[in-house]
């Protein structure tokens, strides 16, 4: 694991920034390494402790969320990692903005470059209008989200290095994605000509999966401008020819059947219960009988026995696990639903998704765990 001693230094791992730049995006770096590992690191003592004084004072075990907030909030272990969350995020978004703000009439043009030039393809609408519930917040707190910043996508990419450490690693060598997508199954008939890669931000996956199978088609779709011309650019970087368009994954515009394999990383906990429920018809739609559909996301509360069931990464739980609601993952989930611009987290990771695919026309589905995440697969 990298831990603050060990770890790259983040500006040996970017595009040339000045060296100001590049420190201060270092420093808050090894806050968050901090913050995961020495603060939430000793959370395990401590929240064993604070449930015994909550059951000596309440006669009964924690196990709602009302509880969990009357028992940890006051504690400053815990109030100091949110707080230190919070406004590393905050301190990263704005750092990272302004270094890429100040060269962006080269990055447009490679934008505009990249539009122009293969392989693969870019298509997106500069007048797409954009639902409400996308305009109404912004995600993790990235000021002007996936879509309303041209640069969305350099900041996004530059970001996931930063808030993935240190649970994931180095973000620009795409090895988070690849790892994934070589572990999942593909149909049982072995027959993949086209891949559609559902919310691809900047393409990792679905880069990944052309160098999987590099003789099937593979599509990447996502809601915003700038993140698919992002993907693009950097296909046509790696020279992979891959296609992006931007489109709502609610609202497929490909024929029906016309997919062996559909893939999502970390998408649905990001929309609202009713648009979970039109992209999952969508889905179905467009796989071929036969064809599967991957969600990799936030386990959810259905299939995390024993995990943090809110966190899209594979770690022990810190606390006994208790389906019916583990006060410490209630806690964890309820925070980022509210405080890191998440705010549909909560009703995704409490919907059982099984019930839901099965609503959306899928006959089975079960769930695996490929050892880092919680996977569901389902089959048309
Ligand atoms: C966390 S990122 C996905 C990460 C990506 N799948 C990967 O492999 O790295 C979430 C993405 O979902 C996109 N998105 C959000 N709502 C969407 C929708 N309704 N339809 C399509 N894309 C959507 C966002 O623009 C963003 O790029």
Redesign the pocket.
């Known amino acids: 694991m990298t831990t603050f001693a060990n770890r790259p230094l983040i500006h040996s791992l970017t595009p040339a920034s000045e060296a100001d730049d590049a420190s201060y995006l270092d420093f808050v770096e090894g806050v968050r390494v901090f913050n995961q590992q020495q603060v939430q690191g000793g959370f395990k003592e401590r929240y064993a402790q604070a449930v015994a004084e909550f059951e000596q004072v309440y006669g009964r075990p924690p196990s709602t969320l009302e509880d969990a907030h009357a028992m940890l909030d006051r504690i400053p272990l815990f109030a100091s990692r949110s707080r230190l969350w919070r406004s590393t995020q905050e301190m990263m978004w704005e750092q990272i903005r302004q270094t890429y703000r100040k060269r962006e009439p080269e990055l447009l043009a490679e934008l505009d470059r990249a539009d122009r030039s293969g392989p693969g393809s870019v298509h997106w609408d500069p007048n797409f209008q954009y639902?409400q519930y996308?305009l109404d917040h912004e995600?993790h707190l990235q000021p002007g989200?996936?879509?309303a910043d041209p640069l969305a996508g350099y900041i996004?990419h530059y970001g996931t290095k930063i808030f993935f450490t240190p649970t994931i690693g180095n973000q620009d060598d795409d090895d988070n994605?690849r790892q994934m997508v070589n572990a999942m199954p593909l149909p049982v008939d072995g027959q993949v000509r086209r891949v559609l890669?559902?919310?691809?931000?900047?393409g990792?996956?679905?880069t990944a999966w052309k160098e999987r199978l590099p003789q099937a088609e593979v599509w990447g779709?996502?809601?915003?401008a700038p993140?698919v011309r992002y993907c693009h650019k950097r296909a046509v970087d790696l020279g992979l020819d891959v296609h992006f368009a931007q489109?709502?994954?609610?609202d497929l515009k490909f024929p029906e059947n016309s997919f062996d394999l559909v893939y999502?990383?970390?998408?649905f906990h990001?929309?609202p219960v009713p648009?979970i429920r039109e992209?999952l018809r969508q889905v179905h739609r467009v796989l071929r009988p036969g064809g599967i559909f991957l969600i990799n996301d936030f386990a959810g509360k259905t299939m995390a026995e024993g995990r943090m069931w809110s966190s899209s990464v594979a770690q022990p739980s810190a606390a006994p696990a208790d389906r019916t609601g583990d006060p410490l993952q209630l806690w964890l989930l309820d925070f980022i639903t509210k405080h890191n611009g998440e705010p549909f987290a909560w009703d995704y990771c409490h919907l059982d998704m099984h019930a839901e695919l099965r609503a959306a026309g899928f006959p089975t589905s079960r769930h695996f765990d490929t050892g880092r995440q919680i996977v569901i697969e389902a089959t048309k």
Do not use: K
């Open positions: 639902p996308i995600i989200s996936y879509h996004y994605q890669d559902l919310a691809c931000s900047i990792q996956s679905t779709i996502d809601i915003a993140m489109m709502a994954a609610e999502s990383y970390i998408l990001e929309l648009v992209v």
